[in-house]
């Protein structure tokens, strides 16, 4: 860990003020430290996604990426993990092409540098399934997902972080196709592991607890769906805050469970926050505001009630 990294600040604006004044010291050439500036942009790239600014966020990386490139040169494991940061902003974004692109560029720099059981090229495999998934690419992304859980397992066991994000994506996948048993079973094994390393009240919890909110609403079981649902939206804004992104997507999905149960009112409470935050986060464009803004018309205008 660097030293920047292990910096305790008061608060993100601490943070962010000091991160600036190393990125801008570099800017006027004031200093030729590399490794100080581009672990200052990873922060800053880093908060900026914790407080619902991709935007932000891919300037930063996209500034990590260029240096490590002029420094490093282009066919360098740390620029591939560079791309993968990159690629993942891209896919907050919404802009899946984009993802794919930087994704399956940092794949190939690092399985033509690292051993093929190596934990980069298991986590760029992880991210590109999830990319192919959102592309409707179901076969490639279950090859992309098998692969990284086949060389995560023979590194770390079955116990390990790493290997349940992988698991979760595989009953993601699942439940996309249908088989709605496999994915519960999925879902359940992860969140065992999460719950044993990462504690219960982690935001990883959160989303496989909202991934089996989801399989239970597909099933009828809504009482059990509400649970998860608050479940998640309560780990979410213990870790995130209330107006973060993640928080609006949790708030959605449990509107529309307290919709199909008859609670309307508790519902366009929900849907209007989900809308609010999201479009002062995402911006009015972005396709999870505008699932927000159809959810909350729906409950405005009688005409478009689900």
Do not use: C
């Not at 719950?195 to 219960?200: R, S, V």
Request: hydrophobic share 35%; glycine share 6%; proline share 3%.
């Amino acid at each position: 860990m660097s030293s920047e990294d292990s910096m305790n600040f008061s608060s993100n604006a601490d943070a962010i003020e000091h991160y600036l004044e190393i990125v801008e010291s570099y800017d006027k050439n004031e200093h030729d430290d590399h490794i100080e500036v581009t672990t200052a942009l990873r922060s800053l790239s880093r908060i900026a996604r914790e407080e619902s600014d991709p935007l932000s966020a891919w300037e930063y990386s996209q500034k990590v990426l260029t240096i490590d490139e002029k420094i490093l040169g282009s066919n360098h494991v740390t620029v591939s993990i560079d791309l993968n940061d990159l690629a993942s902003v891209f896919q907050e974004l919404g802009d899946m092409g984009g993802a794919r692109e930087h994704y399956e560029k940092a794949l190939k720099i690092a399985e033509s540098l690292e051993e093929p059981e190596n934990t980069t090229v298991a986590t760029i495999l992880n991210n590109l399934g999830g990319v192919m998934q959102e592309l409707g690419h179901t076969k490639t992304s279950k090859k992309y997902f098998d692969r990284a859980l086949s060389v995560l397992q023979s590194i770390h066991g079955p116990k390990h972080a790493d290997v349940s994000a992988v698991v979760n994506n595989l009953g993601g996948l699942a439940h996309e196709m249908g088989d709605l048993e496999l994915a519960r079973e999925l879902y359940e094994k992860a969140l065992t592991v999460d719950e044993e390393i990462l504690g219960p009240d982690h935001p990883r919890v959160a989303a496989v607890t909202n991934n089996l909110g989801g399989i239970m609403r597909d099933i009828g079981e809504m009482e059990q769906a509400k649970h998860y649902y608050e479940r998640a939206l309560k780990i979410d804004e213990s870790a995130y805050g209330p107006d973060n992104a993640m928080v609006a997507i949790r708030a959605n999905n449990l509107g529309g469970i307290l919709q199909y149960m008859g609670d309307l009112e508790g519902a366009r409470k929900l849907y209007d926050r989900s809308y609010q935050i999201l479009r002062n986060t995402r911006g009015e464009t972005h396709p999870a505001t505008q699932l927000a803004w159809t959810n909350l018309d729906s409950l405005v205008d009688p005409e478009h009630q689900i």
